[in-house]
């Protein structure tokens, strides 16, 4: 009897650790393309960014700005013309990768207040990066283009693969 309850916890035990593995794999994104040119750098998947200066959130998959209004939170595609001073390249972004990030500003006002007049922060527009090339808006994404183009053509560019990009592609 206490073989099969052995038996059972440890077929229990690795169902459980194959399920969880599933989840982890599934829940891995991607989206550097559409992170604005004034996100930082060194981020794969960004869902929002605080904005320690102006107490402000940006919504990164839905390209919206939220912010305080009189008491409620407002939702908006534009920078609202109160923060029409505020230059986003240079002000400090945490990236917060959590549902309504906005439920927890008080946490975030404190947490991050340190953040204030840091203006060190690597931004996508400047990096060299080539995986930001992505993004239609980077000064290289034509660049991006055409590598990615070069790609479906193996990196030949019409040479039948007789002299080729030898030691230039990484696979």
């Not at 534009?78 to 001073?85: A, L």
């Not at 549902?99 to 060299?128: E, T």
């Amino acid at each position: 009897m206490k073989k099969i309850i052995f038996a059972t916890m440890i077929v229990l035990m690795l169902s459980e650790t194959k399920t969880v593995s599933a989840q982890v794999s599934v829940g891995i994104n991607f989206n550097i393309g559409v992170q604005p040119l004034w996100g930082p750098v060194g981020y794969d998947y960004v869902e929002n960014y605080y904005l320690p200066e102006i107490d402000m959130y940006y919504n990164v998959p839905k390209h919206q700005y939220i912010y305080l209004d009189r008491g409620r939170w407002v939702f908006v595609n534009t920078v609202p013309s109160r923060y029409g001073y505020y230059d986003f390249k240079r002000g400090y972004k945490v990236v917060i990768n959590e549902r309504d990030p906005y439920l927890n500003a008080p946490y975030h006002r404190i947490k991050y207040a340190g953040y204030k007049n840091n203006h060190n922060q690597v931004i996508i527009l400047n990096s060299r990066d080539a995986k930001y090339y992505e993004s239609k808006s980077h000064p290289s994404h034509s660049k991006w283009e055409n590598e990615k183009g070069n790609k479906g053509n193996n990196g030949n560019k019409g040479n039948n693969g007789n002299k080729g990009n030898k030691g230039k592609h990484k696979n």
